[in-house]
Structures are given as C-alpha cells and as structure tokens.
C-alpha cells in the first residue's frame, strides 16, 4: 500500500484504543471539521505537554486503532508513556479522552452547567457532618432571593466579636453577596453514611439491608432505576425542590463490597463507583450534597472522587467542605483526611477543590482551649473557615421535630449561619 505522504512528513502508527473512544473521537472530529488524524495529533502534543495527565482509562478490550502522525511524534510520545509509566494503549486513551473533554460537541451549547457536587467529609465522628449537609442543601433549595436578604441583615446585626471570630470585616462578609447565587435550585441531600443520620433527622425511613439503595447500585447488583429510591422532602418552604436519598443499611459492608467488586469485575475501578451510581440521575438537580461516612476507606475514596473538579469546570465550584472541632483531636483527624486527599488527588492526578473549613458547635465558655484552637485554625496557610457554627439549640429541636432547619426557624442566627456557609464555599 503506498503512502499519501510520499514526502515522509507522517507515518502510520497503530496502536489500541477502546471502541467507544474510537466512534467518540471520529463523531467529534466530524462534528468539528477535523481529520482524525489532526484531532489525534493536537491530543498527543496537549497530552505531553500537560503537567497533571488524566486518571487512568479503562482499556480493556481495546481495538486496534491506526493513524497518520508527523514523523517522529510517535517516537516522542512513547517516550513520554515510558517516563510516565503507562502503556501506549494507556496514554492514546488518555490523549483522547482530554482532547474531547477540551473540545465538546457544538450540540452540548447552551446545556445547563453540570451539578454543582459539594462533599461533605471528617472520618472523625460528631463534628456535624449531617448538621452542615442538611444546612447546605436546604439553603439552596428556599425560595431565590429570600436567602442573600437574610444574609445581608445577619452581616450588619454581627457585633465585633462575632466578626474577628470569623476572621473577616462585615465589608468582607458583604461582598461575598455580589455573586450569591443560591435558592430556587434543585437539590438532592446523599444520606452516604450507613447510620444514617440525614434520613433520621429529616424524618425519612432508611432503606433496610437486601434491598436496592444506593450501595447496590455503586456494586453494580442493582436492576431498578435509582430514582425510585429518592424522596422528596415534603415541606412547602422548598416547593418540591429539596429531595433526599436515603441511607442504606447496608452501607456498613460497601468497602468490603467494592473490594470484592474490583477483585471479580475486571475494569471496575473503585474510586468512581460513586459517580457511576449517581451520573443516571444528574440531569435532575442542580446541587447534590454528600453526607460522607466517618470513614477513610474506600467508600470515602470514592465521595472523595465525586467531588473531584470535571473538566472545563470552574475552580471552587464543586468539592469538599470540612466541618471540624476547636480541639486537639479534630485537628488529628483532619491532618488525616487531607492526607488521604491529596494521596488519590496524585495518584489518580485528579485536582479536589477545598471549598472551605466550618468550625461546628463552637463554645467560648470552653476558654482557653475552644479559643485557641479556633485561632489555629484560622492561621492555617492552605485552608480558609468560611462560618464557625455556635452551639444552639435551634438545631437540635429541628431534629427532635424532624424538620429542616431553614424551615423550622428559617431567620435564625443558625439558619443565616448555613447561608454564610454557601457563601463562602470555593471563595
């Protein structure tokens, strides 16, 4: 077969590549006006030049795949697979998988921004988690517009010590407002813990252990559709816009479960087993927040992955917010669960977002303590506490009522606090 290049400026390479990137990347190459092998060329050179590479592709079943190149691009490219320690199957799937991500299909124009995914995460236990998942969501699901003037009235009634123990100026504080864009959203709260405290605390029935939850579809044993599981929360505050996916038994078994899921599914990769069970019911909300388990394992992996920055998406949108202590041992745990963090950020080369530290159940009257160990936290050169939560009662009646916080007491200083929370995530 003679070449089309009889001047030697390409060369056929052939290599593999899984068939579904194959059909992707020839409708996309079509769909912009490029030959393939230029769209090919151009993920090549983006792919070695990038500093921080994709995760890893599941090319399993790969098919042969073959193109034209600039001479010795191939060569290059192999290269820098061997610098990096992956296969050449491995570093054309990732080439192509970053170059569609980087150029979407003129069709996707004017879709509405993906989920914003907000993970909440401590393996310590008691710190709030459930209290702050509960607040973010419900925040973002009151009416539009009733939040940020609530917000604004809470700012200018703050005294000076309520200010410095937040670290910022009232004028601070107010012009986080200018792009306050919470309420009127679609919200779904992800009851991930197995005691389930969200669905406790909002008054909703866990699902018990042998049925389909939310574990069964991260395992890949269930066979119905996830949205029969979700609940709305029925309280008119929120107009059907506030839904709940309940805590699941058998959640105390899911590290056990994705282990013995990855050891006899070839190609299953534990890490994204949250996002696969959650991509099919997306497109429905505009917000979903995960109450994470006290865990390092790896179901804390994978909420940790969900959160993970998607391509083309703006920094501090999605990510992690962390509900600590003002003590010693909230400190401990929280040098942990960075640890942890940035350990799957490297390994998976994956950036995960800190949107912020919310100091919970603060108490002055602790003294010295309380007070110091708040200060700590605010000297933190990498982290910034976005609210320091008081220790009110107003919480703990909404959960003896079962009812959410914003509706129970929706202008509390409890309340406004939730919303100084979303006001301050990823800024």
């Known amino acids: 077969m003679a070449s089309p290049y009889p001047d030697g400026d390409r060369e056929k390479v052939a290599s593999k590549l899984p068939a579904a990137l194959q059909q992707e990347l020839k409708v996309r190459a079509a769909e912009l006006g490029l030959d393939i092998q230029d769209a090919v060329e151009a993920a090549i050179a983006a792919w070695r030049t990038s500093s921080r590479p994709g995760p ?13 190149l600039p001479t010795g691009m191939y060569d290059d490219f192999k290269a820098s697979c061997t610098d990096r320690g992956v296969s050449y199957t491995q570093g054309l799937a990732q080439s192509i998988r970053a170059w569609l991500d980087d150029n979407p299909s003129p069709k996707e124009a004017g879709r509405p921004v993906e989920v914003r995914r907000i993970v909440v995460c401590n393996q310590k236990g008691g710190v709030g988690k459930t209290t702050i998942s509960a607040g973010i969501g419900e925040v973002h699901a009151e009416p539009e517009g009733i939040g940020v003037k609530c917000l604004h009235q809470f700012i200018q009634s703050l005294n000076d010590a309520e200010l410095d123990r937040l670290n910022r100026t009232r004028e601070q504080l107010l012009e986080a407002l200018s792009d306050y864009t919470a309420g009127g959203q679609r919200v779904l709260l992800v009851d991930y813990d197995p005691q389930h405290h969200l669905s406790n605390q909002l008054g909703i029935p866990h699902i018990p252990a042998g049925h389909e939850s939310l574990v069964t579809h991260m395992t890949g044993n269930a066979t119905g559709d996830l949205r029969d599981q979700i609940v709305t929360i029925d309280d008119p505050r929120f107009e059907g816009r506030l839904h709940l996916l309940p805590g699941a038994s058998d959640g105390f078994l899911l590290d056990a479960q994705l282990a013995l899921t990855a050891a006899q599914s070839r190609g299953f990769q534990k890490e994204t087993a949250l996002e696969r069970a959650l991509h099919q019911i997306e497109g429905d909300y505009d917000v979903i927040v995960v109450d994470c388990p006290p865990s390092l394992g790896l179901s804390m992996d994978a909420g940790l992955y969900y959160g993970r920055r998607r391509p083309n998406e703006k920094p501090g949108r999605s990510g992690v917010i962390i509900p600590v202590q003002s003590e010693d041992s909230s400190a401990d745990a929280y040098e942990m669960l960075v640890d942890q963090i940035e350990v799957l950020a490297d390994d998976l080369h994956i950036d ?76």
Do not use: C
């Open 352 to 427: 995960i977002d800190y949107l912020g530290i919310v100091v919970n159940l603060f108490d002055s009257r602790r003294g010295y303590i309380a007070t110091s160990s708040l200060e700590e936290w605010h000297n933190m050169d990498d982290q910034t506490v976005i609210a320091v939560v008081d220790d009110l009662k107003e919480q703990r009646e909404s959960v003896r009522l079962k009812r959410p916080l914003l509706a129970y007491v929706p202008e509390s200083k409890q309340a406004n606090i939730m919303r100084l929370i979303v006001a301050g995530a990823g800024k």
């Open 56 to 68: 890893d592709i599941d090319t399993s079943g790969a098919k042969s795949f073959s193109t034209w």
